[in-house]
């Protein structure tokens, strides 16, 4: 993670915990603020709307993560959360991560390694009330969660020194009725789940929460999870 007073960038898709953690530890300067580039509008407004401490600045970019709106070398710290997986050409993102680097620059990133119990609840309900596509399109989640691939992708991208650490975590979420519609309007699926019926969606959520129902505690759910957690320097 950042230390004070370095300029870090989140590149990924919905803004997340990493976002605002990169701030309150890199921008503990206001003269350095913490870019983040999106890619969707709506997600910006989600970014912008989340808490951050007094004195401590995001400056939300959208932009796309295979050409980052960023100069060569401008940054310390690379971020990307559960993002890489999803874009369409992975190489030209690390290379594009290593170009907005300083020359003593890290990058970390993380990736599924293969999917919880919610992921398989949340195919399983799209395939069943949205469409086969819909619940396809999901396994891109998890399509880069071999760390051999991982570490050659970063090595090919330039990257020396580079770290892979398999992480058994619990996945904490609020309750499906308030989280899923919310979260899938952030991945690739979005457009088919926002053109099913309200009956369907409905369907969906139900599906969801007596699937997910063994993982409920007093916060939401608590489902295990698997993740390579990578580290890198320029």
């Not at 997986?85 to 293969?114: C, I, K, N, Y």
């Not at 949340?122 to 399109?137: D, F, I, K, N, P």
């Not at 969906?204 to 957690?229: C, F, R, W």
Request: aromatic share 6%; charged share 20%; net charge neutral.
């Amino acid at each position: 993670m950042p230390h004070c007073g370095q300029a870090s960038v989140c590149s990924t898709w919905p803004p997340g915990p990493v976002s605002s953690r990169d701030s309150r530890r890199a921008g503990s300067h206001p003269e350095v603020p913490s870019p983040a580039s999106i890619l969707t509008r709506a997600w910006l407004e989600v970014g912008r709307g989340l808490p951050l401490p007094p004195g401590l600045t995001i400056d939300w970019r959208r932009g796309s993560a295979i050409a980052l709106p960023f100069d060569e070398g401008g940054f310390d710290v690379v971020l990307c959360q559960q993002g890489l997986q999803f874009f369409p050409d992975r190489l030209q993102a690390l290379r594009e991560m290593r170009r907005v680097l300083a020359p003593a620059g890290r990058v970390a990133l993380s990736a599924w390694t293969g999917p919880s119990p919610y992921f398989v609840a949340q195919r399983q309900g799209l395939e069943r009330h949205v469409s086969v596509e819909a619940a396809s399109t999901g396994l891109a989640a998890f399509s880069l969660g071999d760390a051999d691939e991982l570490r050659g992708l970063l090595q090919g991208a330039g990257f020396r020194d580079v770290v892979i650490q398999h992480v058994r975590m619990t996945l904490r979420l609020p309750p499906p009725e308030d989280f899923l519609l919310r979260h899938l309007s952030a991945l690739p699926m979005a457009a088919l789940v926002a053109a099913a019926s309200e009956e369907a969606r409905a369907a969906l959520i139900a599906h969801m929460k007596e699937a997910t129902s063994p993982y409920v505690d007093g916060y939401g759910l608590a489902v295990p999870q698997e993740v390579n957690v990578a580290t890198a320097r320029v």
